[in-house]
């Protein structure tokens, strides 16, 4: 694969940039934790190291909850804790894995089903059928028994927590809960959530059988500590390819990151959010563009990154509307500002759009009513126009539709920031949407 | 065709391709195209994901009213195994949850050996999806992160990303804008459709001119490409006909302008169909056709029209102003001037509710001969119910009280009034001097 040839950053082809884009897109866009970042969650790694591995070994039944913002690498922490435990064969060998997700298992049965197939115990529960999911747990636990003559211990992973405990009487969590505190078979639950208040979401009897062990994630990232991750994401190991082209490229990549746009961008990413997700999205462009005729990061694509990540999407679609529905947008506007917090509907709506068209004829089209209606419809399918609720769904088909009442979601700035930057907007818009008319 | 498209989508254009490359491991897990309708967010998905020859699934999530049809499309049409005569309507799998649908998926892509490749799941309209269950949403979003695949899912939307009620646990898209075509764009591609036995050029100076007038209201390029189609043959009718010549475009200007601008009066309504409407224009007449004169055209029975009538009265008119419309002696009219700014015409605010008798005392009253008030009549208002030009107000259990409301605009009801000779001009609280 190594080509034998040396090359530089400026002699690479295709191949090659394929090659640097395959590694550093895997790790940005991958849940996997960076690589030296070990330093971080040392205290929280350990104590779940040391739960599991308990479990396994002297046969301990333990139970946690890992609590985090999204982002803050809950998953990636419990897997890297696991693919370290499977090295040992001690651990390895005398444990199994459960996980299950709140997002799939979305009722208790679902979730017994999955917890029967990843203990491949399809076949000794068969057509059984059982009075309660109590006995259909313990009758897996006691098959597993049987097989090994000694009881078997199970780690069970349960992530999105949260969502396990809206599940009809939390009897999953009551039963594995229970199950951890009884003497049958030694399990390990642990829970991963980014619901802080997760214990008040259990019931009193769930809530008394969890060990109330709660391990704490935050972002802890310091500015430093995201600039030597972006530095590590995009290093290239030495042995990757040719030696003088990771040469090159690794001291590229430190002059790029102490660019002056690009340490900007990222300070600004970083005040925003600092999971290293959010660090890594304003990556994802530069690398993207990467190949022979561009063979180096540029901080222009930096910068297009950040205006795509914080770009006001509204406002995009904005422009996208044409002349006649911003004029009823303009209209509607005007209305809100003039009835305040009383209903408006679309009768009033194309009577202020005619009072101004009647005014200034001479360069906006009159359009019929049923054309306004219609190209009014479009804006309530984009959602820049919303029905009221109550009078809008409940009593939709006993009103007609121009007289339903609505509510406009675009802010009075948003709409004349749009037609300041509209191409081919007539001047008597513009007037008419920071002045109202004179009634 | 296909690189009409494509044409002035270069920056978006080159913004997603850069994104796409099926070989490579990394992938986001999901993105977000968002446009206006036909700016070309399906398309160019689909050539682009053409392009790189990776498994795919397109599945439009108006078909899907159910997640279990939303997973058994997307497994069929990744696996190649969609419901036909040939198989006997078979299906690839049962899948009826989103557990099930991530194991089926896996097992898909391992029986296939896809491990090395990208699996795309684009869904077109995915605003349906805040409408099912509230996992599917975050279950599509973070779809390699649970099944372990390379998988890549696409979301195709007319909404933005924040109307998706994005709350904690959901993994965000990378999101992608799809911008509207520009005047310059449109004419650019629209000029592609020229037929054959006319010049570039020619069709080039019609369109420009067929945009001037159709581009404040509609800058959808489908919509306009069908006007563009349906009001050829007119435009070049002179030239048929020999008295003139392509350059003439004046003439042509003159001879094409009243029938855009009645085009103009429809757009987007399509009330009537592509072959009424060029055979409208065949037949050079002034009239529109039937379909176009009437928007709700109704035969109504002698009494019910009188029925209607006055129950547009009394959704519209104050119960007040009864007296002076319809009492034989109302005395003086006293209105002060105060009264009448105090309140927003009723024509704006819309149809108010009335009950039964009130609806009746009025229909007597206007209806010249004596009518007794037999089952014939009051059933007459239940038919009127049911056509919807009259709704009830309510639930149905009160029988001695129902409250009505009026549902039919002012401009059918004057036609309405006309047929029976009624001016109902003159009752108006609003119009009556």
Sequence with gaps: MVKKKEYGLKEADDEVWDKVQDLLRARICQNSLPENMDGTFQSQREHLTDLIRRCATI????????????????????????????????????ILQVHLNGLLQTDDRLAVQEITRQLRLENTIKDRVFGSMAEKLSFLLEALKKDEGKSQSILFVLEEFDLFAHHKNQTLLYNLFDISQSEQTPVTVIGLTCRLDVVELLEKRVKSRFSHRQIHLFHSLSFEQACKVCEDALTLPLNYLSKKFCTEWNSHVKEFLQERIVENSLRHLYDLDKSIRSVYSILLIPICRLGPSHPRLDSADVLDA????????????LQGLTILQLCLIIAMKHLAELYEGSNINFEMVYNEYQKFVQKKSHSIQCFGKPVCLKAFEQLIVLELVRPVEGSGFTGAKLTPKEYRSLKLLVTPLQVVETLNSFSGCPSELKMWATNPLPS | METLFLLGKGNANQKISSFFVTELAGNP????????????????????????????????????????????????????????????????????????FVRLLKNLIANEKWE???????????????????????????????????????????????????????????KINFPDYSKNELLQIMTLDAPKEYSVAFYSSYVNLLLSIFHMACRDLSELRHLALINFPKYIEPIEKGDATEGDAHKLWRNIEPHLKKALQTVFLREVSSSQWEQYQLSDTSTLPPLLSA???????????????????????????????????????????????????????????????????????????????????????????????????????????????????????????RTVNFEVMKYLYEFAA
């Design chain 1, 59 to 94: 046969g301990e039944s333990n139970s946690a909850l890992v609590i985090g913002p999204s982002g803050a690498g809950k998953t990636m922490l419990m897997s890297s804790i696991l693919s370290e435990l499977a090295k040992d064969s001690k651990i390895s060998g005398n």
């Design chain 1, 306 to 317: 950040l205006k795509m990540s914080s770009c006001d999407s509204k406002s995009a679609m």
């Design chain 2, 29 to 100: 897990s999901s993105y977000l195209h968002y446009g206006h309708s036909s700016t070309g967010k399906t398309f160019l998905s689909r050539k682009i994901i053409e392009a790189k020859g990776a498994p795919q699934a397109f599945v439009n999530c108006i078909e899907c009213q159910s997640q279990r049809l939303l997973y058994e499309d997307i497994l069929g049409e990744l696996s190649g195994m969609l419901p036909c005569v040939q198989n006997d309507y078979a299906r690839y799998a049962r899948c009826e949850t989103a557990n099930d």
């Design chain 2, 116 to 174: 090395k490749e990208t699996v795309y799941i684009v869904l077109d309209n995915a605003e349906r999806l805040r409408n099912m269950e509230g996992h599917i949403l975050p279950v599509f979003l973070r779809l390699s992160e649970l099944s372990d695949c390379n998988v890549c899912v696409i979301l195709l939307t007319q909404i933005i990303w924040e109307k998706f009620n994005a709350t904690s646990g959901y993994l965000d898209p990378v």
């Design chain 2, 295 to 417: 928007r709700a055209h109704v035969e109504l029975p002698f009494y019910s029209k009188f029925l209607l009538i006055a129950a547009y009265l009394a959704s519209y008119n104050p119960a007040k102003s009864d007296r002076r419309f319809f009492a034989k002696s109302h005395g003086k009219i006293r209105q002060t001037k105060r009264m009448k700014k105090a309140e927003t015409s009723s024509q704006l605010t819309g149809p108010k509710a009335f009950q039964l008798e009130r609806l009746m005392a009025i229909f007597y009253s206007i209806v010249d001969v004596r009518v007794a008030p037999t089952a014939h009549i009051f059933s007459q208002i239940s038919t009127l119910v049911t056509l919807q030009l009259l709704s009830q107000i309510g639930s149905g259990d009160q029988l001695d009280a129902p409250k009505y409301r009026c549902c039919v605009s002012l401009d059918f009801i004057r036609s309405v009034a």
